[in-house]
């Protein structure tokens, strides 16, 4: 992961081609990878402030900014105007999560150990609670398809009141792993999530995460503005970017430590990675999104198409059968990856 930050030096270039009036895709890949090293800084400053914070304190943390560097690219691209990228963007974090990054991480563990275990209760926990939050995503799209309201009006009102219902949820969420059964959570993780000596000052800490994330807006700026014309150009839809690209971009850094963790033999972090960061973009980042567009006077609602839906809904089911014996293999891996590539193909026509 330390490698990632050579990749910094990425960032000045992204600003010196955006300064220089190079080409829109250009602009567009030097800045999505210049987030990536950057989102990796983020995580490892969330640790070092969680583990100033203490074990109880440190968990809210890193479970709240975890998925910063995708909210901030949403936020940026909702005052562009870009609500469809935005939406697409939610449902495509989760499908990433569910099938790209467990598919991986069973993939690259199972080949180096040919069958490894995990908790059975803590996978079952995180699926069920998945499967109620996702409920949240589809009642909007069914609302939709069921009463008509061409103007979305109705639907972007109901769709506030069910992000208002989803926060409460992750605040219930967070009572319930990190206050009554924290230790469901943490059960066999000696590197349990904020558990941490701090390595760093508090102050040091504190400079690269105010550091950090203006270069995460800086870039997710530079990204944004570059996204419009570099669909023009290559073809790609709004749609695909949002529902593959953005999601890859923003959780790559997360992504590659579910990767990193399931090669080591712990099965259990880099499913609590995989799931739980499903969990979290259906019950903090999506309501997040839906109330800054209504404060940036960019009405979003979290009525998804009907092939989003049935995407997400298939994802959960499948990641529930998968993780519901307790093992993993690289054979379960790759065919989480095929059914992720199955859907990017679909989506890349769609």
Partial sequence: MRRLRYFLALVPVAAAAEWMHASAALVFALSALAIVPLAALLGDATEELAGHAGPVAGGVINASLGNLAELIIGVLALRAGMVDLVKASITGSILGNLLLVLGASQLAGGIRFKTQRFSRQLAGMNTSLLVVTVVGLVV??????????????????????????????????????????????????????????????????????????????????????????????????????????????????????????????RMDLAL???????????????????????????????????????????????????????????????FLLLVYAVLAVAFYFF
């Fill in 272 to 334: 609590g990675i995989a799931l739980g960061s499903s969990v979290q973009v259906a019950l903090l980042v999506a309501p997040v999104l839906v109330f800054s567009g209504l404060i940036l006077r960019q009405p979003m609602d979290l009525a998804f198409s009907p092939f989003e839906t049935v995407s997400v809904a298939l994802a959960v089911w499948i990641a529930a059968v998968v993780v519901q014996d307790g093992e993993s293999n690289w054979l379960e891996g790759a």
């Fill in 140 to 265: 909007p799209s069914l609302f939709l398809e069921a009463h008509p309201d061409p103007q979305h009006r109705l639907t972007v009102q109901m769709s506030e009141f069910v992000a208002a219902l989803l926060v409460v949820g992750y605040a219930l969420s967070l009572v319930y792993s990190m206050g009554t059964h924290r230790s469901i959570f943490t059960q066999g993780s000696e590197a349990a999530k904020g558990s941490h000596a701090p390595a760093w000052s508090l102050r040091r800490t504190l400079a690269v995460l105010v550091a950090v994330s203006a270069g995460l807006a800086w870039m997710s700026e530079l990204l944004v503005g570059a996204t419009q014309e570099t669909v023009r150009s290559t073809g790609l839809s709004e749609f695909f970017v949002g529902i593959v690209l953005v999601p890859i971009i923003g959780n790559a850094a997360e992504h590659s430590s579910a990767i990193v963790m399931a090669m080591k033999d």
